[in-house]
Nanobody
Framework: QVQLVESGGGLVQAGGSLRLSCAAS????????MAWYRQAPGKERELVAA???????YYADSVKGRFTISRDNAKNTVYLQMNSLKPEDTAVYYC???????????WGQGTQVTVSS
C-alpha cells in the first residue's frame, strides 16, 4: 500500500504562485510514476503533470510553461510549482501514484486551489 498526503493549496490572486507538495509513504519503492490531477466544479478530472521514476515529465498543454513538476526522492515527495496562475486553474488538485500497469492506483485526499481574478 501507498499513502499520499497533499499540502500547499490555498487562495491566490491571478498571476500569483503556489507550490503543492505530495508526501508518499508505505511501499514507495513500488512507485514508478507520480502525477497531479485536478478537478474543477462540473468538469471531469484532468491530468495536469506527471513524472516517471526515470525523471521524464509530462504537462497538459494548458499548464506548459507555467507549472513545473519535480520530486525529492530522499523525502519521497513530489512537488507542483504553479506560476502565473489563472482563475481557470481553480480546482481540487489530487496527487496520484502508479505502481503497475498504466493507471494511477493510489490517490491523495486532494487540496483546494482557488485563483481569484
Amino acid at each position: 500500500q501507498v499513502q499520499l498526503v497533499e499540502s500547499g493549496g490555498g487562495l491566490v490572486q491571478a498571476g500569483g504562485s503556489l507550490r503543492l507538495s505530495c508526501a508518499a509513504s508505505g511501499r514507495t519503492f513500488s512507485i514508478n510514476a507520480m502525477a497531479w490531477y485536478r478537478q474543477a466544479p462540473g468538469k471531469e478530472r484532468e491530468l495536469v503533470a506527471a513524472i516517471s521514476s526515470g525523471g521524464s515529465t509530462y504537462y497538459a498543454d494548458s499548464v506548459k510553461g507555467r507549472f513545473t513538476i519535480s520530486r525529492d526522492n530522499a523525502k519521497n515527495t513530489v512537488y507542483l510549482q504553479m506560476n502565473s496562475l489563472k482563475p481557470e486553474d481553480t480546482a481540487v488538485y489530487y496527487c496520484a501514484a502508479r505502481t503497475d500497469g498504466l493507471k494511477y492506483n493510489y490517490w491523495g485526499q486532494g487540496t483546494q486551489v482557488t485563483v481569484s481574478s
